[in-house]
């Protein structure tokens, strides 16, 4: 990282965020502009990472393979830990034909507070999973400061056959210092298309006109944990067995949660106090979910356990 990183990593929490939302760039504001674009293919020795391109501080090292060499775990590293104003991170993985890939993160996300600029702090997931193959993203939590201006969007395309399972935890504020999200703007988008046919589409607005869904029962009812579990697609086959199961996980979690069908796609929802009570829902559902979809057991990486 460079001084002039650093030195806008540092200074940015003392200053108050403007309230324009979109403004230019000026002076001498950094800009990080980093992508990683990873291209996993199957050989005779399994799922492997066959290109890795990357600009700025974005980066994986080698895969891991505890489950065997047909499906390869690998953990994304951003070494800043956060986006400040002006940086964009673009993360693209490319799976060929009968592959299986799990990406995860070693720490949680960060989305630091605003500069002056209000430049967008943004970042793009897009995950090209072909046929037979399958998709897992797993990330620890992301939280976002309060007068963060961000931008997380995350766009799966799945070609026939092909399967997903993945999490967004999302940290509103910085609860433990009893700091809100009174202030700052953050959308949100997931979105699933099957051979280009759109599946499963989720957005989220947080900004000064829109605020009041903190509070609103219909809403995220006063807590600052979100969490979206999305998997599929399943087939015509009952999956009312799973449902209830993980239905039971939710009512034994004390937490605001719930699992609905949206097409092919299993939905699970919470909202908590705690992202680390929101992960262990997730991992439970996952291992029930796993089994069904896929015709794996699962196989939690090691770096959840560290």
């Not at 200074?11 to 309230?19: G, I, S």
């Not at 060499?69 to 034909?97: C, F, K, M, Q, W």
């Not at 009312?240 to 609905?260: A, E, F, K, P, W």
């Amino acid at each position: 990282m460079n001084n002039k990183h650093n030195l806008a990593l540092a200074e940015q929490y003392d200053q108050k965020p403007l309230p324009e939302t979109n403004m230019p760039v000026t002076g001498e504001a950094s800009h990080w502009h980093a992508f990683l674009t990873l291209g996993f293919s199957q050989t005779t020795r399994g799922t492997v990472l066959k290109t890795c391109d990357h600009k700025g501080p974005l980066y994986v090292q080698k895969p891991f393979y505890p489950e065997g060499r047909d499906t390869a775990h690998v953990y994304l590293l951003h070494p800043p830990g956060g986006l400040v104003s002006g940086d964009r991170l673009t993360i693209t993985a490319n799976l060929a034909e009968n592959t299986h890939v799990l990406i995860t993160t070693p720490g949680a996300g960060r989305v630091y507070r605003a500069r002056k600029d209000k430049t967008l702090q943004h970042q793009i997931t897009q995950l090209n999973v072909a046929e037979n193959s399958l998709m897992e993203w797993l990330p620890q939590e992301t939280i976002l400061y309060p007068n963060a201006h961000t931008r997380l969007e995350n766009c799966i395309d799945l070609a026939d056959n092909a399967k997903f399972i993945g999490w967004e935890i999302t940290c509103f504020g910085l609860p433990a210092n009893k700091e809100d999200f009174g202030e700052g703007h953050a959308e949100q988008g997931f979105q699933i298309r099957q051979n280009g046919r759109l599946k499963v589409r989720e957005r989220l607005v947080i900004d000064d006109s829109s605020r009041a869904v903190f509070t609103a029962k219909a809403g995220l009812d006063g807590k600052p944990i979100n969490g979206l579990m999305i998997a599929g697609p399943f087939d015509s086959v009952n999956q009312d067995d799973l449902i209830n199961s993980l239905r039971h996980h939710c009512t034994q979690h004390g937490s605001l949660s719930g699992v609905s069908m949206v097409g092919e796609y299993i939905l699970v929802r919470s909202l908590h106090d705690d992202s680390e009570q929101v992960k262990q829902l997730f991992i439970q559902c996952w291992r029930d979910i796993r089994p069904t979809l896929i015709n794996k057991e699962s196989n939690e990486p090691r770096i959840w356990s560290t």
